[in-house]
């Protein structure tokens, strides 16, 4: 596909103290665009404290070969007020404006299910959206469907008796007649922090909820571990395969999943990245919280970020049982040297790294959400994880605003680096600092796309 030319992210100010409603930013990444790194449109929603996360497409490559669907759509859910704003990007790609807002109460009264997460289109042309909870704040991990014309709630799609009792993200793949899911935590209490004896009581998942796509029922649980939070979950892009990779955050690891001889699904642990012993943070060990990933489009990459220890890693996956750790960079991050922390045990680092400065900026937060581009070359990065945790574990980061960055990569060897000239500052935004979060290319990238 041609080059990025624009890319969008959600904007949240919920938890920075600005009574602002959060909006969409269309941001210019052409080098020969005199707005290159700009934000050049913003589109604020009409409610205050949506916390808007993450996004999705009304049609992506399941729809291959039918000639009536565009990708004029973009589907952004509210993780905090369960609204889901459908957003027309097809009259002015530049400009996008609300096209409808499905309402709380739609989800609330049709479906019983709350904080709508991931969305992913379907070959049907409907939209399925991942669902954490249900209205009262509980965990419930289930799926709500919209039409794919009239994003009218159509319902439930999981059927049977077992629900999860957690949800975040999924992934589904018909060629095997699965949907995998994952689990983060019980809304009510990761709303406004994290606190590690919320783990112990079982309130943070642990789980890959395997579904048949066919029954739509949950049909298996894979257990990755107590404390683990599995978040993002990514087959690999080719349709055949029956295996993927899912970032478990606070374990640091990284799981493979397959499908075995006798049919039903594994997981093998195959990336760990150890804690560090500190002083002055909240722990005596610090988890490097793995959370987000993906595979390069050709399913030779895997990329991680490591939001507390502040790196971003790239590992050679062509022998997917054993991945090869090829690229790393630090961009920020707890451990920095001159911060509070002080590291008294490594086992990887031999010193703290240096703070992160970029266009004379020291960058406050970690690398979290990232997006690669459709050859694989560039990597964009931003700094927000969500904002209830942002305020908690980066304060800096709440009253600065987030950032994001882009990383040059190398495709053939394998290797990263952050470009110097590459900067677009959220911190300096007309009504104040604000949190940017996931990055979407409008033609579609290897996060939102599905192929069948």
Not at 25 to 54: F, G, W
Not at 166 to 194: C, I
Request: net charge negative; glycine share 10%.
């Amino acid at each position: 596909g041609p080059r990025e030319e624009i890319v969008y992210l959600p904007c949240i100010y919920r938890n920075t103290g600005i009574e602002k409603p959060d909006f969409l930013a269309t941001v210019d990444v052409n080098p020969e665009s005199p707005h290159y790194c700009q934000v050049i449109h913003r589109l604020p929603m009409p409610n205050l404290k949506d916390e808007l996360h993450h996004s999705g497409w009304n049609a992506c490559s399941s729809c291959f070969g039918d000639a009536t669907k565009r990708r004029n759509r973009l589907i952004l859910p509210s993780l905090i007020s369960s609204r889901i704003y459908v957003v027309d990007v097809g009259t002015d790609m530049r400009a996008p404006r609300i096209h409808k807002i499905v309402e709380p109460t739609e989800l609330f009264w049709k479906v019983n299910v709350a904080n709508p997460h991931t969305s992913h289109c379907l070959g049907s042309g409907d939209i399925l959206i991942s669902c954490l909870g249900e209205p009262s704040g509980n965990g419930k991990g289930s799926f709500v469907l919209l039409d794919g014309e009239t994003f009218e709630v159509k319902g439930n799609w999981g059927n049977g008796e077992k629900v999860p009792s957690l949800g975040y993200d999924f992934w589904y793949q018909p060629r095997h007649n699965v949907l995998m899911s994952t689990e983060w935590g019980v809304p009510k209490v990761l709303a406004n922090g994290f606190n590690p004896a919320d783990v112990e009581r079982g309130h943070y998942g642990r789980h890959v909820n395997v579904w048949d796509w066919s029954t739509r029922t949950c049909i298996q649980k894979i257990d990755l571990g107590k404390g683990s939070i599995p978040l993002e979950i990514r087959f690999l892009h080719n349709p055949d395969a029956a295996e993927g990779f899912v970032g478990c955050a606070l374990s640091g690891t990284v799981h493979r999943f397959y499908k075995t001889e006798k049919g039903d699904w594994a997981a093998e642990k195959v990336i760990e990245v150890p804690s560090k012993k500190v002083q002055g943070w909240l722990l005596p060990d610090m988890p490097s919280l793995i959370t987000d990933i993906l595979i390069s489009l050709d399913d030779r990459f895997l990329y991680f970020s490591n939001w507390l220890h502040g790196d971003i890693r790239q590992y050679d996956i062509s022998n997917t049982r054993k991945p090869k750790l090829v690229g790393q960079v630090f961009l920020g991050g707890s451990i920095t040297k001159g911060g509070p922390v002080t590291v008294v045990e490594d086992k990887e680092l031999q010193c703290q790294p240096d703070p992160f400065v970029i266009k004379g900026k020291k960058v406050a937060g970690g690398p979290q959400m990232i997006q690669l581009s459709l050859d694989g070359k560039r990597l964009y990065v931003s700094t927000s994880l969500y904002s209830g945790w942002d305020k908690q574990f980066y304060p800096d980061l709440v009253k600065e605003g987030s950032v994001m960055l882009q990383i040059d990569v190398d495709t053939e060897k394998g290797g990263l680096k952050a470009n110097k000239n590459f900067l677009v500052d959220f911190g300096k935004e007309p009504d104040g600092p604000v949190l940017a979060h996931e990055i979407r290319y409008p033609g579609g990238d290897c996060t939102s796309d599905i192929w069948i």
